[in-house]
């Protein structure tokens, strides 16, 4: 199931932008074993990054600790009406996906 | 004197750790709640219902579930109901069943080879759940009750929930029976009484955080049914479909919240 779909929410408040963002992922840890005993294969996001108006505001690692269909929120400093949010990821086997919207 | 008071020392310690640990699980589940992965599957369930597929290779989106072909809105909250097409009473995966065989023309075999996924694979019957309920976000439960088969299935409903059977003698009100048991940590809900029966019509439905997947009622009566150690019901069988219908119709009235979470 790669790269299904993200939902993302963000909204403004005085001063703050507030971001919510949920992904589709299976973060296998590498640990787990699938029904025949065999170990399932690490596979998990590696890098977030979330962008305002193509400036880049979080670069974040992470790692197999985050859970399956994570969630993600952050508070950005400002923001106005109109201005274009974009979260990215991308996994351990260079699979990626991102999704946008402009503040309302 | 001591020892009594002792004894009401431990009582009185005993009722509160199991208050805490109550207002605990609300919290978990309230923070589970704002970033639910119920709508990642609300959205492939979107994508699923506009995919043509089957040998007709035509999508869902002509399927009747009650309030016209390709009307969502609000269909869930008037499931189950009673259609005049195939003369039953049906539940939003029995008539997303009938739509996979009827307009997809898909074999009922090939249709419910996977009905219940798992955390690696969700199965296509729950995305289509999930986005077809969270369409009547905000409703009243206003399932059919005054057709003589909605009464007729109602009424089998309740009586089934009473009924014991299998080896260990169980019906589903030997846990669903009496106010405030529960299995480990998690609460049982009376489901023939409306308060209990409302809170269920109103969540489910919902995405499953032990199990990282989305369960539908369905699911629910077949695995209360394996925990019974009866034989297996088949998927949309007369027997699930009056059981979700009777506990539907117990909880009218309820505002649709879902697709809901689960622990």
């Not at chain 2, 439960?141 to 003589?148: D, F, I, Y």
Request: contains cysteine; proline residues 5%.
């Amino acid at each position: 199931m790669a790269a299904g779909p993200m939902k993302m929410r963000a909204t403004l408040g005085q001063g703050f932008t507030d971001v919510r963002v949920l992904m589709n992922h299976p973060m296998e840890t590498g640990q787990r074993k699938d029904s025949d005993g065999k170990l399932v294969p690490m596979h998990f996001i590696q890098n977030l990054t979330v962008k305002v108006n193509g400036k880049l505001v979080v670069d974040a690692q992470i790692s197999q600790a985050v859970s399956r269909n994570p969630v993600f929120s952050f508070r950005l400093k400002g923001g106005a009406k109109g201005d274009k949010i974009e979260v990215a990821w991308m996994d351990n086997k260079g699979e990626s996906n991102s999704t946008e919207m402009a503040l309302a | 004197m001591r020892a009594a008071f002792l004894a009401a020392a431990i009582v009185f310690t005993g009722a509160a750790s199991a208050q805490d640990a109550g207002k605990e699980i609300q919290r978990y589940r309230d923070m589970v709640a704002e970033g639910s992965p119920a709508e990642l599957f609300e959205l492939e369930g979107e994508t699923l219902w506009n995919k043509p597929q089957g040998p007709k290779n035509v999508s869902l989106e002509r399927c009747d579930l009650g309030k016209g072909p390709g009307v969502l809105k609000g269909a869930y909250a008037a499931l189950p109901r009673y259609f005049k097409d195939v003369d039953r009473v049906m539940d939003l995966e029995t008539r997303l069943l009938h739509c996979m065989t009827v307009l997809q023309g898909r074999t009922l075999e090939d249709a419910t080879k996977r009905v219940f996924g798992n955390a690696d694979q969700p199965s296509e019957m729950e995305s289509l759940s999930a986005y077809v309920a969270a369409q009547s976000r905000g409703m009243k439960m206003a399932p059919g009750v005054s057709h003589p088969k909605e009464k007729q299935s109602i009424e089998l409903g309740r009586a089934l929930y009473f009924h014991r059977v299998g080896a260990w003698d169980f019906s589903c009100a030997t846990c669903h029976g009496d106010e405030g048991k529960r299995i480990r940590m998690q609460e049982l809900p009376v489901l023939y009484k409306p308060q209990g029966a409302r809170a269920t019509a109103a969540s489910w439905p919902a995405y499953r955080v032990s199990t990282s997947s989305f369960v539908t009622l369905q699911w629910r009566m077949n695995d209360c049914f394996r925990q019974m150690r009866t034989p297996e019901p088949n998927f949309g069988s007369e027997t699930t479909v009056a059981l979700i219908h009777f506990i539907t119709a117990t909880g009218a009235g309820a505002t649709y919240n879902g697709p809901g979470n689960k622990r």
